[in-house]
C-alpha cells in the first residue's frame, strides 16, 4: 500500500515524541525491571504522556529547518535555547553547549571544548535528527551534511555526528520505503567502522533471531550514540509493526526514552501516522508544543520541503 508523503512527515515526528513518552517512565531500568512493569503480550499503557528533552530538540530542529527553508545553524542554536526547559532532563553535556551559546560563544565551537575537547559521543544529536532526515530524504550528501552541521551546536566527536547522520539516512531511507534494502543502504552510506561494524552485526542477528541479551551485548541500549542508533534500526527492521517495533526498543531498557524516540522515528516515517496506536497519540501531551503543534510542524515541514525540493 501506497502512503503518502505528508503521512509519513507526521509520522516521524509523532512516532519519535510517542517513543520517547512511552520510554521516558522506564529511563535508565534494567530489561529485567522493565518486564516486570509492562506486559510483552498486550499494547502498553502509556503512563505519562510527557515527552523528554529528545522531543523538545527534535521541535527545535523542526522550527528552524522551517523557518529557514533548510538549515540555519545559527538560529536552530538560538531555537534550542528559546526552547529550553530543564525539567524536560536534559544532559549535561547539551546544556553546557547551550550556556555557552546563550552567553555570546560561537555554535560552531562551543562543542568542541566539552569533555576535556574530545566532544559528546552520546546520542543526543542522533535523538532530534527526524526532521533532518525528512527535509533532506531524497539527497543523501546533503542529509550526511546537515546531520554534521546540526550535531555540531552540542555534538561534535565524529561517533555523535555520525551517528545523528546514520538515524537521519535510516528516517530517509524509511521515507523512500526501502525497508528491504535498508541495511545495503546504510552499508554504503556508513563510513565510519564503528558504526559499518554494528550494521553487519544488525544483519547477523536479524538471521539469527536473536535474544534480548545477544541484542544488548551486541549492538548496545546506552547513551553512546553507537550503542543506540543501531539498536533502533534493528528494533524497526525486526518486525512490521509500529508498536512492535517500539515495545521491543523500550523492553531492552537503558536508554530507553531515546531508543524509543529514535524506533519511532524511523518506524513512523516508514508507516505514517495511521499506523501509531491511537491510544497513545490520544495520551500524548497536547499542551503549547504538544501533539496538535507537532503534527502542524509535520505538515510545515512538508510544505517547506516541497517549496525547496532540491533539499539545498
Not at 535510516?170 to 552499508?187: D, F, I, N, T, W
Request: charged share 25%; net charge positive; with cysteine.
Amino acid at each position: 500500500m501506497k502512503i503518502d508523503l505528508k503521512s509519513k512527515f507526521t509520522g516521524a515526528l509523532i512516532g519519535s515524541a510517542v517513543g520517547d513518552a512511552l520510554g521516558a517512565p522506564v529511563e535508565g531500568w534494567s530489561m529485567e525491571r522493565v518486564r516486570s512493569v509492562y506486559s510483552e503480550r498486550k499494547l502498553w499503557k502509556m503512563s505519562y504522556g510527557r515527552y523528554t528533552d529528545d522531543t523538545e530538540l527534535m521541535i527545535g530542529v523542526a522550527e528552524s529547518l522551517i523557518k529557514n527553508k533548510g538549515f540555519n545553524g545559527a538560529d536552530m542554536a538560538r531555537t534550542f535555547i528559546q526552547n529550553y526547559d530543564a525539567k524536560r532532563g536534559y544532559g549535561p553535556g547539551s546544556t553546557g553547549a547551550l550556556k555557552r551559546i546563550k552567553a555570546g560563544e560561537s555554535w560552531k565551537e562551543v562543542s568542541k571544548k566539552l569533555f576535556c575537547g574530545e566532544g559528546s559521543y552520546g546520542n543526543g544529536a542522533a535523538m532530534r535528527i527526524a526532521p533532518v532526515g525528512l527535509f533532506y530524504y531524497d539527497n543523501a550528501d546533503v542529509l550526511r551534511e546537515i546531520a554534521y552541521k546540526s550535531s555540531l551546536i552540542t555534538h561534535s566527536h565524529e561517533l555523535g555526528k555520525a551517528g545523528a547522520a546514520l538515524q537521519a539516512f535510516a528516517v530517509a531511507l524509511a521515507v523512500r520505503g526501502q525497508k528491504e534494502s535498508m541495511l545495503s543502504e546504510l552499508k554504503n552510506f556508513a563510513q565510519n567502522n564503528v558504526y559499518k561494524e554494528k550494521i553487519r552485526r544488525i544483519e547477523t542477528l536479524l538471521d539469527k533471531d536473536a535474544t534480548k541479551k545477544e541484542i544488548i551485548a551486541k549492538l548496545g541500549n546506552g547513551m553512546a550514540a553507537f550503542n543506540s542508533v543501531p539498536t533502533a534500526i534493528y528494533s524497526f527492521l525486526r518486525f512490521d509493526r509500529f508498536e512492535d517495533s517500539v515495545i521491543y526498543a523500550i523492553s531492552l531498557g537503558g536508554d530507553t526514552d531515546t531508543i524509543g524516540a529514535m524506533t519511532g522515528a524511523i518506524s513512523g516515517a516508514y508507516y505514517g501516522d495511521g499506523a501509531i496506536p491511537n491510544e497513545w497519540i490520544e495520551q500524548l501531551e497536547d499542551g503549547e508544543k504538544g501533539k496538535s503543534y507537532i503534527k502542524r510542524l509535520a505538515e510545515e515541514l512538508y510544505v517547506a520541503k516541497n517549496y525547496n525540493p532540491n533539499g539545498s
